[in-house]
C-alpha cells in the first residue's frame, strides 16, 4: 500500500515575529531558521505506524527548492522511502497553486491516500488538504485524532477534532487525511538514518513544468505586528459592575 505524505519546511516557531516579517518582505535576516511542520511530521510518523496494516511505500512530498532539503530528509530519516521535490523556482505559490501541484503528484503515483499535517505553523490557514480533496474529487478527514482501517483497507474509521468533541467519521479509500497533535507523537530522526536519507531515491520537477498557472487566485498584501496593549487593568467588584463598565466602553 502506498501513502503519500506531504512536508513542508516553515520557519521555527520561535522564530521573532519581527523577523519573520522582514523575511517575508525580502529583507536580509538571521534569525529565521527553518524546521519540517511540526503536523506534517505527525502525518510521517503515522504512515509509519501504518506499516503494520500493508503500508510498504511511505513518499514525502515537499514543494521547496534544494535550500531547504534538510528538512526533507529529517522526515526522510523517520523512516519515508523515497521523496518528490517541486521546485517552486523562487515564486511564492498560494494555496490553490500548492493543492494542484499535489494533484499531479497523486495523479502519478496513485496512492491509496495522502496523509498531511492538519495546518503549517507559519501561516495556520488550514487550506491545501480541503482544496486538494476538491480538486481530486476524493472524501476528505480533517483534523484526525484516531484511525483504524478496515480488513480489506478499502476504507478507514477516523476520530476528528471538532468544538463539540470526536466526530467519528468512516471514509472510503483513497482520501485525504489530516492529521491533529493527538494522533501521535513523531519520533527523532537518528544520525545514521539522516546519513541513509541522503541517498533515499529522490524525484525532481520544477513548478512551471507543470501546467499550473502562474497567476495566484490568492495574494498576501502585506504583514504586521499588531498594537501594543495599552497594560492598563481596572478591577471590579462584581459581574454588574463589570456589565457597566463594558458598556461605558462600548463593548457590549
Not at 476520530?159 to 519520533?187: F, H, M, S, Y
Request: charge should be negative; charged fraction near 25%; include cysteine.
Amino acid at each position: 500500500m502506498k501513502v503519500l505524505v506531504t512536508v513542508k519546511p516553515v520557519a521555527d516557531p520561535n522564530t521573532p515575529p519581527a523577523a519573520w516579517i522582514a523575511a517575508q518582505q525580502g529583507k536580509p535576516t538571521g534569525e529565521v531558521n527553518h524546521v519540517a511542520n511540526y503536523f506534517d511530521l505527525i502525518a510521517v510518523e503515522q504512515a509509519i505506524r501504518l506499516k503494520d496494516v500493508g503500508v510498504d511505500d511511505i513518499c514525502i512530498v515537499s514543494i521547496t527548492g534544494d535550500d531547504k532539503m534538510a528538512q526533507v530528509r529529517s522526515a526522510i530519516a523517520m523512516g519515508a522511502n523515497r521523496a518528490i521535490l517541486i521546485d517552486p523556482e523562487g515564486k511564492a505559490l498560494e494555496w490553490h497553486q500548492i493543492a494542484a501541484a499535489l494533484k499531479h503528484v497523486v495523479e502519478q503515483e496513485q496512492p491509496a491516500f495522502v496523509l498531511m499535517g492538519k495546518q503549517a505553523t507559519d501561516d495556520d490557514a488550514s487550506q491545501v488538504g480541503s482544496i486538494l480533496a476538491g480538486m481530486l474529487g476524493w472524501p476528505q478527514a480533517t483534523f484526525v485524532s484516531e484511525m483504524e482501517f478496515n480488513a480489506d483497507r478499502t476504507r478507514v474509521k477516523v476520530g476528528r477534532e471538532t468544538d463539540e468533541g470526536v466526530e467519528v467519521l468512516d471514509v472510503k479509500l483513497p482520501a485525504v487525511i489530516t492529521c491533529d497533535l493527538r494522533l501521535n507523537e513523531p519520533r527523532y530522526a537518528t544520525l545514521p538514518n539522516l546519513i541513509k536519507s541522503k541517498k533515499a531515491p529522490l524525484e525532481r520537477f520544477k513548478f512551471s513544468e507543470l501546467g499550473i498557472a502562474a497567476d495566484p487566485q490568492v495574494t498576501v498584501e502585506g504583514f504586521a505586528l499588531p498594537a501594543g496593549r495599552s497594560g492598563e487593568c481596572r478591577m471590579v467588584k462584581d459581574a454588574d459592575e463589570l456589565v457597566g463598565v463594558l458598556k461605558e466602553m462600548k463593548l457590549v
